[in-house]
């Protein structure tokens, strides 16, 4: 719960005008007893003089850790001040938001905040680790904004890391092995991993949800006895239990309150596995015992494989607690582990500025950058780091390209496969991706702005218009590669939808003569060529005049055509601004 308190009418008025704006709070005027505030808020907003916010909260003040997020507002609106819980207590990004809202200055003294620098106590939350530290966190965090030479460790490979590889200040350096770190040059050791390292300097070890842990066991494990022994063998085999995504067992085993206390201890789900599942995998230790009884020979293994997708780490361990035997193994998550990859990435229609925030990112922390020359500008591989390598499939077969990579995904490296638009459509990723899924690959797929809807966005055109046009159709005219009969141009045409043409500039006559069919002759066309990028130009012309403009300007590569009487159409009608309309998300308002 949020509380906004003020002395003031005008304080009031502001309060409101808080409330008008979305902000979901109380308010209240000059209270008398704060004590319950603090113990009932999440975030207190006081409007007024500063000093006067001071005094009212200072005998309530106990740990930063605990204690209620506080920001103070003049009167008059012109700034917002976080004061109490700015940084662990959310009233940094409080000020932030609340200052948006009214047109306001935040003011934020926290100096990591302040020098936009890693928010080290904060990481954890933003990227689902746990944090684990043994020497004094605000020596830490202290050492680090005061920019003292840092170690960054990287065990694993998922957002948060490459959010700190791509935002690495100047005087952390970057380590993708334990062994080469010299401690004697570093003052602070930060490390993202499972794994468990005796480093003498100062370190916050973030910990992922990286590991699946299997169990077979006898019934009626002891409790207590199993958990102090396997939470002892995974630290002894340098392993955080912290990292431990998930337990599996076999599904006779579902109810082993052993197996299911130790998932509740950890905080982690408890996964009970079909045997014929469990089944299924090549394992290294088989059982006959064990699949006379489970219908599986191997329960621990095969379940930790399952999980993981990932071969194991840790074979079969047999183990004993109190009078009974369980055995364990553990693995990996295949999306986290280090190791090669390739990102297909969406490029946009050609601007670097249209590229998303996630596939810049991927370009700044790629080691090579393969991209589609012909089509994506050379500019977007700017944003690759020192020592990428970049280069150009456009004169490479496929098997050309594939090789290329390999020789990066061999040695553990990012790759970023860089495709104009989205690469979903009319991507030519499919043969890639087929490819790769026989090679057993690890790749993953970052959408794009399409071109159509830099097309839209350039014409000023919404390409559904209500009551007369609601549906968009994505498509291409045909040529060396044939179309399916029921998609046709001429048969889509029927619709009189608004239509978008990948790839068919230089069918000009042909597109023409199929539309003209079911659309009228004087229906609104736009030819748009090179979409977004310097050299962009785009054509206006009815339908019957399509081809003839495209022959006489030359556009045969490059060119998105869109054919409908949405384009510059601003008849339509939106039911969402009609006073009788009752927006979904505003019910229960």
Known sequence: MTTIITHSDKGILLANKLIEKGLKANILRSPKDYKELWINNEALIFIGALGICIRSIASQLQNKKTDPAVINIDVNGEYVQAVVSGHLGGANNLSKDVANMIGALPVITTVSDSSNLWALDLLPLKFNWTIEYKSSLNKIISDFVNRKPTALLLDIRDKGTLYLETECPEYVKVFFKAEDIDENIFDLILVVSPYIYNFKKQTIYYRPKAIHLGIGCQKNLPIVDFIDLITKDLIAHKISPLSIASIGTADLKKDEKAIIELANKWKIPMCAINSNILA??????????????????????AAAMHMSNNTLLC????????????????????????????????????????????????LQNADYILYAGSLVPRELTAYAKPGCMVESSAKMALKTQIEHMQKFYDRGLYIVRLHTGDPCIYGAIQEQMNIMDQLNWNYHITP?????????????????????????????????????????????????????????????DKIQSQLLEEYPADTPVAA?????????????CQLKDLAQTLHDNNLKMTTMIVVGKAIDNRNGVSKLYDKSFTHAFRKGE
Do not use: H
Request: proline share 6%; net charge positive; glycine share 6%.
């Open 448 to 508: 794009g702005i399409s071109s159509f809807q830099a097309a839209a966005a350039a014409l000023k055109s919404q390409f559904t218009i209500p009551e007369k046009v609601q549906t968009i159709i994505l498509t291409r005219a045909e040529g060396r590669t044939p179309m399916p009969k029921r998609e046709e141009l001429q048969k889509l045409a029927k619709s009189q939808s608004t239509i978008c043409l990948f790839l068919s500039a230089s069918l000009a």
């Open 280 to 301: 299924k995998y090549d394992i290294p230790n088989p059982s006959e015992k064990v699949e006379k009884e489970t219908g599986s020979p191997s329960v621990a293994e």
């Open 315 to 362: 074979e079969k361990v047999k183990a004993k607690a109190g009078d009974k035997y369980f055995t364990y193994a553990y693995a990996i998550d295949t999306n986290l582990e280090r190791k090669g990859w390739v990102e297909i990435v969406g490029a946009g229609p050609g601007d670097p500025e249209l590229i998303s925030v996630r596939g810049k990112r991927m």
């Open 528 to 540: 748009c060529y090179k979409l977004t990028w310097k050299d962009e130009k785009i054509y206006r």
